[in-house]
């Protein structure tokens, strides 16, 4: 049997898709923020943090609108002011302007007595460059359905794109607010979240380098089998266990989203820097990203491994570097095979859905294996 894994084979057999998934609203863990310093929680996919304050509003709760980390906020409330910050991933590179006719959707539906005061795209200088926002605010004369309270004042929201990131400020004064004194608090938390939301940025050119098609013969085939057999117990120290073990060991560059036909989440993400093992030196073995999946029990976690197919310099055997594919389940490590084609950046997510819907594979070792 040749060591060969196609991601795109994978996804027409189980049949998952990409889309929205179901709205799970919690606090979010530590897989989707950095709680290492007291009362201010930090995004790991973005580095978005939610604040103390947000002008006279106090900072409510940190929101994560699902559980994999993928469309995150932080709520902010004062005296007839609220205000929400939020940081959501467009999967595929996908455009902005669908979220933001979204939003004005919403907006419309929601007040009663509205007018529009601004309509415009405006440019916002920040210590990390100047960022292009679209700009809606309206007068309110009248209702907010949604809270049910009479409203004399204004609302807002302002969209702008960070590394592939929808960062979204959404600012209501009730009290007789002043359209120009939010738009004003609407571009300074633009510029603070932008300057924060460095890790976004860094991440947008992550895990975009295609697997080389090896054409790996039968023959060496076997060879690639047993060196992921021998290798892979101490690779299973080397893939993290779980999804905040991938966080905490530097794996913050989310690429592609996948819903499983169960309405599991399924993650690609990638380490800023790559991460590599012990074995390096003897291997030149490199994670250059990990599938995860979020929702429902717990799944095997994947990592698309950048190695040499004859690390033991077998002679006759070519030396080529490709991807190869390996999960960590507790105890047990798994070897799915090489990909011939596909970047990490959209290949790990369904390599992980694969694995956790069941999918063979080819080598299985570990202390469960074994017993």
């Not at 738009?183 to 080389?212: D, F, I, K, V, W």
Request: charged share 20%; aromatic share 6%; with cysteine.
């Amino acid at each position: 049997m040749r060591a060969i894994a196609s991601a795109a084979l994978f996804a027409a057999v189980l049949g998952w898709s990409l889309g929205a998934q179901a709205q799970e609203v919690s606090d979010g863990g530590a897989e989707v923020w950095d709680l290492s310093t007291p009362n201010a929680p930090r995004h790991w996919f973005t580095g978005l943090s939610c604040w103390d304050s947000a002008g006279e509003a106090r900072l409510q709760r940190r929101v994560a609108f699902a559980a994999s980390g993928i469309d995150v906020g932080c709520a902010y409330e004062g005296q007839d002011l609220s205000v929400t910050v939020y940081a959501t991933f467009r999967p595929g590179d996908g455009p902005i302007a669908p979220m933001i006719a979204q939003t004005r959707a919403q907006m419309a539906g929601r007040y009663d007595g509205a007018a529009v005061v601004s309509d415009a795209q405006r440019t916002i200088t920040t210590s990390a460059g100047d960022i292009a926002v679209d700009e809606y605010v309206l007068s309110i004369n009248g209702r907010d359905t949604a809270q049910n309270r009479d409203m004399r004042g204004a609302t807002g929201a302002w969209h702008a794109d960070a590394g592939g990131w929808t960062l979204k400020v959404r600012i209501s004064g009730y009290g007789r607010a002043d359209p120009q004194a939010l738009r004003l608090l609407a571009h300074a938390l633009l510029g603070r979240a932008y300057n924060e939301m460095q890790t976004a940025r860094a991440c947008a050119s992550a895990g975009r380098n295609a697997a080389p098609n090896l054409n790996i013969t039968d023959e060496e085939g076997v060879q690639v089998q047993v060196g992921a057999g021998l290798f892979g117990v101490s690779l299973a120290e080397a893939i993290p266990a779980d999804p905040a073990a991938a966080r905490r060991a530097g794996f913050v560059c989310l690429g592609d989203v996948v819903v499983t036909r169960d309405n599991r989440i399924a993650l690609s993400v990638m380490p800023l820097q790559p991460a590599q093992h012990d074995l390096e030196a003897a291997t030149g073995l490199t994670i250059l990203a990990v599938g995860e999946v979020h929702g429902g029990e717990a799944a095997p976690m994947v990592a698309i491994v950048d190695m040499s197919m004859n690390p033991f310099l077998v002679e006759g055997m070519r030396a080529d570097r490709g991807h190869f594919v390996f999960g960590r389940n507790g105890d047990e490590t798994a070897f799915y095979g090489a990909l011939d084609h596909g970047a990490p950046r959209q290949t790990a997510a369904q390599l992980a859905a694969y694995a956790a819907a069941g999918g063979a594979a080819l080598i299985t070792v570990g202390r469960r294996a074994a017993d």
